[in-house]
């Protein structure tokens, strides 16, 4: 299976990312965390996403905040799917960083989940390698399953308290 690479703008983002790599753990997906600034280590960030492919790793996840460039950053430099979490950082509360990341010019896409929404990258990342993995699409067929059973309960128990 192809690798996941979880790259954070600042040791700061890792409470966010957490849900993130949690996710990648329980599904058995490999993955590498790293902190690479976009505009303090701006080479770093370069040379791992042109790197990635021949790495092993199949898609690429970058959470920041503020003015959040990583992930678009991290798209130039490679043609791997780069998903962007924007984190709720500054006084705008995340808005600067979800127009940082979804505002990228033709050509150079970037995936974006909510501000904050580290599990929703972990699960499009899991999605993503699950097109080429029987094995793990197998296992997100099973947490749907899994949810639908389990919002139906919860309906259940609401019908039964309302009797």
């Not at 040791?11 to 965390?33: R, S, T």
């Not at 705008?92 to 599990?119: C, H, K, R």
């Amino acid at each position: 299976m192809k690798k996941a690479a979880v790259i954070m703008g600042s040791i700061n983002d890792l409470k966010q990312v957490q849900p993130c790599l949690d996710l990648l753990e329980q599904l058995g997906i490999p993955f590498e965390a790293h902190v690479y600034s976009a505009h303090r280590t701006p080479a770093a960030a370069a040379a791992f996403a042109a790197k990635a492919r021949e790495n092993g790793f199949g898609v690429m996840i970058a959470a920041a905040g503020k003015a959040a460039h990583l992930a678009g950053a991290i798209a130039a430099g490679t043609c791997l799917p780069v998903i962007g979490i924007p984190i709720k950082a500054s006084a705008l509360e995340g808005i600067d960083a979800l127009l940082s990341t979804v505002q990228m010019p033709s050509g150079i896409p970037v995936a974006a989940v909510a501000i904050d929404g580290a599990y929703n990258a972990g699960m499009l990342a899991a999605q993503i390698l699950s097109l080429e993995d029987e094995e793990l699409a197998e296992k997100l067929i099973a947490m749907r399953k899994q949810m639908e059973e389990d919002v139906l309960k919860k309906d259940c128990e609401l019908q039964e308290k309302l009797k």
